[in-house]
């Protein structure tokens, strides 16, 4: 038994050098020039130095990182919350109510899985530019808040599934209508679902890079997936990838710290089923 757990500990932690090793070598190449990072095939730099984190920072023309950090909280924090209120309410009525219709808007609902992007993105885009919505946040605060993705509402749903009804009958019963019962009953026992929630859109819109370039044409406006693109096209052939590299790296610290503090909820909202008793 113990020759057995060594065996996986040691496969475990094989697989996680695997996985930490391009990190590491981002980390210790944005110490490095760009001499050293195509001419040597050493892993640890010459000499540690600073100033990639600094002169990147700075950013290109009147911009820097702090106004692209910016930015990117400025279109992902709503995004984020206006998707926990909206999925929310949306999986509430799916998973507690009867209503004429309601299998047929849930298949339809669910299909919406298998439409790709880039299927949508020609109507979505001449749709939201006759609305005036082009170059700025609203393609992404208004999706949100009209509960626009399904995996996330269906995530929810299966999870209120598991919460048992007597609660809802209990606090009707003490004079609770629908929505404070959603309120002060459910939505704190959906806390570990809801940061699943959180943590997955936080990913998919801090990483995003395709729709911001469709949706955003503005320096200003850019977020910091555009901004690293912009520092590298830039500068050419001479881009000074140590500088790319250093806010590429900075630029994950928030998903990463979220992740690291949110994890057991995560885990929980990801696999349960809601309360077990």
Known sequence: MKKKSTG??????????????????LFLATFKDNAEIFGKLSFWPEKFSFDAYVKGWKGIGQFTYTDFYLNTFKLVVPSVLLTVASTGIVAYGFARFKFPGKKPL?????????????????????????????????????????????????????????????????????????????????????????????IFQTMWRWNDYFNNLIYISSVKKYTLSLALKMSIDSQGASTPWNQVMAMSLISMVPPILLYFFAQEYFVEGVTAGGIKG
Not at 107 to 135: C, E, H, Q
């Open 8 to 25: 996986a500990l040691a496969v475990l932690l094989l697989v996680g050098v695997v996985m930490v090793y391009p990190l590491l070598w």
């Open 106 to 198: 849930f298949a339809l609902m669910l299909s919406t899985l298998m439409l790709p992007d880039a299927i949508v993105i020609i109507p979505r885009y001449v749709a939201f530019n006759k609305f005036g919505w082009v170059d700025t946040y609203m393609p992404f605060w208004m999706p949100a808040l009209l509960a626009c993705y399904p995996f996330l509402i269906f995530m929810l749903i299966q999870f209120l599934r598991g919460i048992p009804r007597e609660l809802d009958e209990s606090a009707c019963i003490d004079g609770c209508n629908p929505f404070t019962i959603y309120v002060k009953i459910l939505f704190p026992l959906l806390k570990p679902a809801i940061f699943s929630v959180v």
